[in-house]
């Protein structure tokens, strides 16, 4: 059977709705990048002792973190989201990985992640030199020492879990 005849009748319908795709495109949430990291952010670092040994994931998770925590505060996208918990929860999980990493607290989330990409960019081509340069801001080779060693981390477990929740859940209807 033939699936041409299907394909063209649903872009007609489409292109009469009068609505640009780049419209239909926001509204079925494929624009927001952080929604298809949200998705696997369980996966990635849900168990947060299996990246025990790993510093260039530890690296990239802590990263994910500091850019959910700040979406959550300034992204139109993630600022209103149906769990009321979401903030609060990536806040926590911010402080619980920085507290674990030596990050102080008044370090600004965008030298964080500057410094944290950097350093798991760095380490995944194992270079390990470039990746103390990168986090220099933060706390240099003695974040770079925790990243091998971190401990089990259950605020940013259960934040995982939130974000996979809230990216999953249905947008229209609100």
Same mark, same amino acid.
């Not at 319908?13 to 494929?30: F, H, M």
């Not at 929860?89 to 990493?101: I, P, W």
């Not at 760095?122 to 770079?144: K, M």
């Given at each position: 059977?033939?699936?041409?005849?299907?394909?063209?009748?649903?872009?007609?319908?489409?292109?009469?709705?009068?609505?640009?795709?780049?419209? &239909?495109?926001?509204?079925?949430?494929?624009?927001?990048? !952080?929604?298809?990291?949200?998705?696997?952010?369980?996966?990635?670092?849900?168990?947060?002792?299996?990246?025990?040994?790993?510093?260039?994931e530890a690296a990239?998770?802590?990263?994910?973190?500091?850019?959910?925590?700040?979406?959550?505060?300034?992204?139109? &996208?993630?600022?209103?989201?149906?769990?009321?918990?979401? &903030?609060?929860?990536?806040?926590?999980?911010?402080?619980?990985?920085?507290?674990? !990493?030596?990050?102080?607290?008044?370090?600004?989330?965008?030298?964080?992640?500057?410094?944290?990409?950097?350093?798991?960019?760095?380490?995944?081509?194992?270079?390990?030199?470039?990746?103390?340069?990168?986090?220099?801001?933060?706390?240099?080779?003695?974040?770079?020492?925790?990243?091998?060693?971190?401990?089990?981390?259950?605020?940013?477990?259960?934040?995982?879990?939130?974000?996979?929740?809230?990216?999953?859940?249905?947008?229209?209807?609100?």
């Amino acid at each position: 059977m033939k699936s041409w005849p299907l394909a063209l009748s649903l872009l007609l319908s489409l292109a009469a709705c009068g609505d640009t795709p780049r419209n &239909l495109l926001g509204q079925i949430r494929v624009a927001d990048p !952080l929604r298809i990291v949200a998705r696997a952010a369980p996966f990635e670092f849900g168990e947060t002792e299996r990246l025990r040994g790993r510093p260039a994931e530890a690296a990239d998770a802590a990263a994910r973190i500091e850019e959910f925590a700040n979406a959550a505060e300034t992204d139109p &996208l993630w600022t209103h989201p149906r769990n009321p918990t979401l &903030l609060p929860q990536l806040q926590m999980a911010r402080s619980e990985f920085r507290q674990a !990493l030596g990050i102080s607290p008044r370090v600004p989330n965008t030298v964080a992640i500057t410094a944290l990409d950097g350093a798991a960019r760095a380490l995944y081509r194992y270079n390990t030199p470039a990746a103390e340069v990168a986090l220099a801001p933060i706390g240099g080779g003695t974040v770079l020492a925790r990243l091998s060693n971190l401990p089990r981390l259950p605020r940013v477990e259960d934040a995982s879990q939130a974000l996979a929740i809230e990216a999953n859940t249905s947008q229209f209807g609100r």
